[in-house]
């Protein structure tokens, strides 16, 4: 009589692309130790990244355009490391993804320069500038500030997610109208939750700073 669909939102968060000052980070900090940027970054590029994940024990499949296989980053049990034609990689199970330079980072536990100096990619030139410096020290705060942006939006998408399924669980059993009138509390929260978790699943970087700040806020 009074019967709730229980079907929720699926508990996930939008896959990001690296922001802009992600690829600026690069670029300064190439620069700065000593590479010259367009140089690097076409080189990283060239690289044939199908043999180079291979050659560290991958046995990649070929599927349609793109190569599969095991994730060499965790314990992958059915298949969800991807290489892509555009010389790029990305883990469905584990979400680790980028380029060349990134696999070798991730492979070795190395630094950025330390993965270019694996790949034989050479230094053109010497040190860090005082400007260099700063930008580096802005690229990092940005960073530790999206980090933390991010870790709060997994938390709090899991956390709606648990919270839904719990009120449909309780809608779900009301049989009588007297069970009805003692829930009615959890429909006004429901819907902000549902909203809440739209934006995190289907809103942009703006709209999902903004509901941070609401929340946060209170």
Known sequence: ??????????????????????????????????????????????????????????????????YVDLCPF???????FFVYPNNSFYCFGCGIGGDAATFIMKMYGCSFPEALEKLGIKKTSG????????????????????????????????????????????????KTEDDLNKVAWVHKPLTVWKYHLDVLCYGTDKDKYKLFREVSNG
């Not at 933390?148 to 059993?173: D, M, N, P, V």
Request: a positive charge; glycine letters at 4%.
């Open 1 to 66: 009589m009074y019967g709730y669909d229980n079907t929720t939102h699926p508990e996930k968060i939008n896959q990001n692309n690296e922001l802009d000052y992600g690829q600026a980070a690069k670029n300064i900090l190439t620069h700065a130790r000593g590479y010259d940027r367009q140089d690097t970054t076409a080189a990283i590029k060239n690289i044939d990244l199908v043999a180079l994940v291979q050659a560290h024990g991958v046995n990649l499949k070929k599927s349609g355009t793109r």
């Open 74 to 80: 965790h314990d992958d049990k059915t298949p969800s």
């Open 127 to 174: 040190a860090f500038s005082c400007t260099q410096v700063m930008q580096i020290k802005k690229v990092k705060a940005k960073r530790a500030l999206l980090e933390s942006f991010r870790a709060w939006e997994a938390e709090y998408s899991s956390r709606l997610g648990k919270l839904i399924t719990s009120a449909y669980q309780c809608l779900s059993r009301v």
